[in-house]
């Protein structure tokens, strides 16, 4: 029943929902990580959160209890400045991103801009003010192309809260200019594949685990890769009841996914 479980060898984890909710961790969740170190898998740190950047969640990581090195961690935010590297070589580019977002693209050698640009950049831009909002839109209506770091919607918070999220800064966008994003992380599966050649860890034996269905599920289903829904986050039974695409392995959360895979 789990086999194909138990033959993941490079685990690949969400974060906020999944191990934690703000500075709440989950029970059994720095036990989970200890496990597969003691199994000998590896394991990498996942966020579609564009807000903050790597080193960032290295320290908050470290802060929380769970064992972390700084090459154990991609965000949405390094994909997007690989992307920008790739694609958009040179070009000016506007951000509807935090500092940190800055900070993160600048060490991929990008170039801002307040006065023109040839891309604008989003991200979960917890910094929002609205004279980013109007450039954005001007440049876009004038021609930049639009690229965004994640489509979440929302940030889910502790006490059932959330926070409006790249996806939701994108539709304003969106709405006032016509043009839609290019989303950069989950589900597009191309930063699972980043994943792999970081890793050196083919997709097939890699395991995706997540609480959302159209972000971390859809992720490791494009990518190929064995994906595990858990219900600490967004998701619930209800919503799996409906999903057009099914997780492989459903688990309470990752303290029962623990159990599992430390079972012989």
């Given at each position: 029943?789990?086999?194909r479980?138990?033959?993941?060898?490079?685990?690949?984890?969400?974060?906020?929902g999944?191990l934690?909710?703000?500075?709440?961790v989950?029970?059994?969740?720095?036990?989970?990580?200890?496990?597969?170190?003691t199994?000998?898998?590896?394991?990498l740190?996942l966020?579609n959160?564009s807000?903050?950047?790597?080193?960032?969640?290295?320290?908050?990581?470290r802060?929380l209890?769970f064992p972390?090195?700084r090459?154990?961690?991609?965000?949405?935010?390094?994909?997007t400045?690989?992307?920008?590297?790739?694609?958009?070589?040179?070009?000016?580019?506007?951000?509807?991103?935090?500092?940190?977002?800055r900070?993160?693209?600048?060490?991929?050698?990008?170039?801002?801009?307040?006065?023109?640009?040839?891309?604008?950049?989003?991200?979960?831009?917890?910094?929002?003010?609205?004279?980013?909002?109007?450039?954005?839109?001007?440049?876009?209506?004038?021609?930049a192309?639009?690229?965004?770091?994640?489509?979440?919607?929302v940030?889910?918070?502790?006490?059932?809260?959330?926070?409006?999220?790249?996806?939701?800064i994108?539709?304003?966008?969106?709405?006032?200019s016509g043009?839609?994003?290019?989303?950069?992380?989950k589900?597009?599966?191309?930063?699972?594949?980043?994943?792999?050649?970081?890793?050196?860890?083919p997709?097939e034996?890699?395991?995706?685990?997540g609480?959302r269905?159209?972000?971390?599920i859809?992720?490791?289903?494009?990518?190929?890769?064995?994906?595990?829904c858990?219900?600490?986050?967004?998701?619930?039974?209800?919503?799996?009841?409906?999903?057009?695409?099914?997780?492989?392995?459903?688990?309470r959360?990752?303290?029962?996914?623990?159990?599992?895979?430390?079972?012989?």
């Amino acid at each position: 029943m789990y086999k194909r479980l138990k033959e993941c060898e490079l685990f690949v984890l969400d974060m906020d929902g999944t191990l934690y909710l703000g500075d709440e961790v989950f029970p059994g969740a720095v036990d989970f990580l200890r496990g597969l170190e003691t199994l000998g898998k590896q394991f990498l740190y996942l966020t579609n959160n564009s807000s903050r950047a790597a080193e960032d969640y290295v320290n908050r990581l470290r802060k929380l209890g769970f064992p972390c090195e700084r090459e154990q961690v991609l965000t949405s935010g390094m994909a997007t400045g690989l992307y920008l590297q790739d694609k958009y070589p040179g070009a000016r580019v506007f951000l509807v991103g935090t500092e940190a977002l800055r900070r993160e693209l600048t060490a991929y050698g990008i170039t801002f801009s307040q006065d023109d640009a040839d891309v604008v950049v989003a991200g979960f831009d917890t910094e929002l003010v609205y004279e980013k909002l109007s450039k954005a839109v001007r440049f876009l209506r004038r021609g930049a192309a639009f690229i965004a770091a994640n489509p979440d919607w929302v940030c889910p918070m502790p006490a059932g809260e959330v926070l409006p999220d790249c996806g939701s800064i994108c539709a304003l966008l969106t709405a006032a200019s016509g043009k839609e994003p290019f989303y950069i992380g989950k589900p597009n599966q191309s930063i699972i594949d980043l994943a792999a050649d970081l890793t050196g860890v083919p997709n097939e034996r890699i395991c995706c685990v997540g609480d959302r269905l159209y972000t971390d599920i859809a992720a490791a289903q494009n990518a190929g890769t064995v994906s595990v829904c858990v219900l600490s986050g967004e998701t619930s039974r209800e919503m799996l009841d409906t999903a057009d695409l099914p997780p492989d392995y459903v688990f309470r959360d990752v303290a029962e996914l623990h159990q599992v895979l430390m079972k012989a």
